[in-house]
């Protein structure tokens, strides 16, 4: 079946240090990816996506690239902020149609002034 | 445009007794999904609904039922609550459930305490 492995954290960065935070997936066929992000208190909602290999999704700093020669959907931010502290979530949607989001389990993230 | 409404924001609830958590979308999205969000587990779905008038059941399903009689409206009743139902729940819809068409939109979630 679909799978998405990423760190629970928590990760602990200070301002303005480099972000990662790894997501690998399984999935057959060429599954669409996603990052989504959730702030205290909220739901979640979507960060950047990428729906084909080499594709690169980018938002408020935070970069993917779609990587299917390793399975990988890996999360980068050059400068962290304080305001970037949330829980991360990747996720995979498969092709076709009727299909189910897995979701990876989530890493929080804080950032320390 | 409100998105995802969810209700009640927060409930305390003694065993047994039934509930009904409402989630209401306003962007005319074909499907509708259930979420339970608890520490350690990640996102668990419950049921969802890729079209009104149809649903189905995710990975977490006993314990709960949903309905889907319009398009705007997916709410998840509790029939006999239970403590292990203690949790988070999210409401989420989708355009579409294929490739970027099934990007969620979230609602801000209810927060559940069974006693």
């Known amino acids: 079946g679909n799978s998405v492995t990423q760190m629970e954290g928590p990760v602990t960065l200070s301002e303005e240090a480099f972000l990662t935070i790894n997501c690998t997936y399984t999935?057959?066929?060429?599954?669409?990816l996603f990052w989504y992000v959730q702030y205290p208190g909220e739901g979640l909602q979507l960060l950047l996506k990428?729906?084909?290999?080499?594709d690169k999704g980018s938002n408020k700093g935070f970069e993917a690239t779609y990587r299917k020669e390793t399975t990988s959907f890996h999360l980068e931010k050059g400068s962290v902020q304080v305001s970037d502290s949330a829980v991360y979530f990747c996720?995979?949607?498969?092709?076709?149609?009727?299909?189910?989001?897995?979701f990876g389990i989530g890493t929080k993230l804080q950032v320390i002034p | 445009i409100a998105g995802i409404t969810q209700a009640p924001t927060s409930q305390i609830l003694a065993a047994g007794r039934r509930m009904t958590l409402r989630c209401t979308q306003d962007?005319?999205?074909?499907?509708m999904y259930w979420y339970r969000q608890d520490l350690g587990l990640g996102l668990r779905l419950i049921h969802y609904?890729?079209?009104?008038?149809?649903?189905g059941k995710g990975e977490v399903p006993d314990g709960y039922s949903v309905s889907r009689a319009n398009t705007d409206d997916f709410p998840l009743t509790l029939a006999s609550a239970v403590p292990s139902q203690t949790s988070v729940y999210f409401c989420?819809?989708?355009?579409?459930?294929?490739?970027?068409?099934?990007?969620?939109?979230f609602g801000p979630g209810t927060r559940l305490t069974v006693l």
């Open positions: 999935a057959t066929g060429y599954p669409s």
């Open positions: 989420a819809s989708s355009e579409g459930t294929s490739g970027d068409h099934n990007e969620q939109f």
């Open positions: 609904s890729n079209t009104a008038g149809t649903t």
């Open positions: 962007m005319r999205h074909n499907a």
């Open positions: 996720a995979l949607n498969p092709s076709g149609g009727y299909q189910k989001v897995t």
């Open positions: 990428a729906t084909k290999a080499d």
